[in-house]
């Protein structure tokens, strides 16, 4: 199975500051169809999973532009321009190329 | 607006069997790939199973040969068959597909 190494798993952030999130895989995410398929995933207390990027860098309906993916290969980032107090939560990457399908750690985001 | 709502969770022994669904709504399930996500408590994300739009299914090694992914395209409805349930199978489950994302639904085994 492809495992999908985060860092850091807690992440205390001032708010108005930037965030950071690395995701490294064991083996590369690109799909004999070209694409990677490396998603990020925010969930926040009490909430079900809500994606957030999907394929690196694209970002679903309603979310906010101050998130951002980028990466390729088998390392990746998720970055936060300027963290909201509704950024609380854990978040996950994700990587859809090969099955079993799986998922990070998760990082814990507080603000502090 | 896309919804997808679980149901069918609870309290079952080991060993047991439960079925849970998941009715879709401004969504064709027959047309997407379809997923099944477990969360147990305080814990991370686990991917259960999907089947595609063709039909084909996967299963995470854990629960294969005791649990089945299928759907009913005249329902639009996504269902898990649960079968030799254990206490390691405790978990939030999940019906998703891409972005979309149900609820969830609690199954807890203990006797």
């Known amino acids: 199975d492809v495992v999908m190494t985060q860092s850091p798993l807690s992440l205390p952030v001032t708010l108005g500051q930037p965030a950071s999130i690395s995701c490294r895989s064991s083996?590369?995410?690109?799909?004999?169809?070209?694409?990677?398929?490396l998603n990020w995933f925010q969930q926040r207390p009490g909430q079900s999973p809500r994606r957030l990027i999907y394929k690196v860098s694209k970002r679903d309906s309603g979310v906010p532009d101050r998130f951002s993916g980028s990466g390729s290969g088998t390392d990746f980032t998720l970055k936060i321009s300027r963290v909201e107090a509704e950024d609380v939560g854990d978040y996950y990457c994700m990587q859809g190329t090969h099955w079993p399908y799986t998922f990070g750690q998760g990082t814990k985001l507080e603000i502090k | 607006e896309v919804q997808l709502v679980e149901t069918g969770g609870g309290l079952i022994q080991p060993g047991g069997s439960l079925r849970l669904s998941c009715a879709a709504s401004e969504f064709t399930v027959s047309s997407n790939y379809m997923s099944w996500v477990r969360q147990a408590p305080g814990k991370g994300l686990e991917w259960v199973s999907v089947i595609y739009s063709g039909g084909t299914t996967y299963y995470t090694d854990s629960v294969k040969g005791r649990f089945t992914i299928s759907r009913d395209n005249s329902k639009n409805t996504l269902y898990l068959q649960m079968d030799s349930l254990r206490a390691e199978d405790t978990a939030v489950y999940y019906c998703?597909?891409?972005?979309?994302w149900g609820q969830g639904a609690l199954v807890t085994v203990s006797s």
């Open positions: 083996q590369s995410l690109v799909h004999s169809d070209e694409n990677t398929y």
């Open positions: 998703a597909s891409g972005g979309y």
